[in-house]
């Protein structure tokens, strides 16, 4: 299984940016998605994840009613909508996915195959 993210990038605070995640190797529709993300110095982090069908859905407490997870089973891509960006949103954001369950939530040990990484930078 491979994951690939895009769209990261560098913007000011309180713009908007998207990440998306491309997934292969699999199929995506019998796949838990999550977003983690890693700052400088700290450990890696929930963010976001979504179930197979998307209906359910979590948010760590940092980025709710902010961010939104969605994904589209038809292109085999999850996506992280990001508004009102906050420079302690600043970090690498990975693309994580669970093949054990329908869904994995934060439970950052049950998610199989990791995405290499996008960098988001958000300047005050």
């Known amino acids: 299984v491979q994951l690939q993210a895009f769209g990261g990038g560098l913007v000011q605070a309180g713009d908007s940016l998207s990440v998306s995640c491309a997934v292969s190797?699999?199929?995506?529709?019998?796949?838990?998605m999550g977003w983690f993300r890693q700052a400088p110095g700290k450990e890696r982090e929930f963010v976001a994840a979504i179930s197979w069908s998307g209906r359910t859905t979590d948010y760590s407490d940092s980025v709710k009613g902010r961010f939104t997870i969605s994904r589209d089973n038809a292109k085999n891509t999850v996506y992280l909508q990001m508004n009102s960006l906050k420079p302690e949103d600043t970090a690498v954001y990975y693309c994580a996915a669970g093949s054990a369950s329908w869904y994995t939530g934060s439970r950052v040990n049950e998610y199989d195959y990791w995405g290499q990484g996008t960098q988001v930078t958000v300047s005050s």
């Open positions: 190797g699999r199929t995506f529709s019998r796949l838990a």
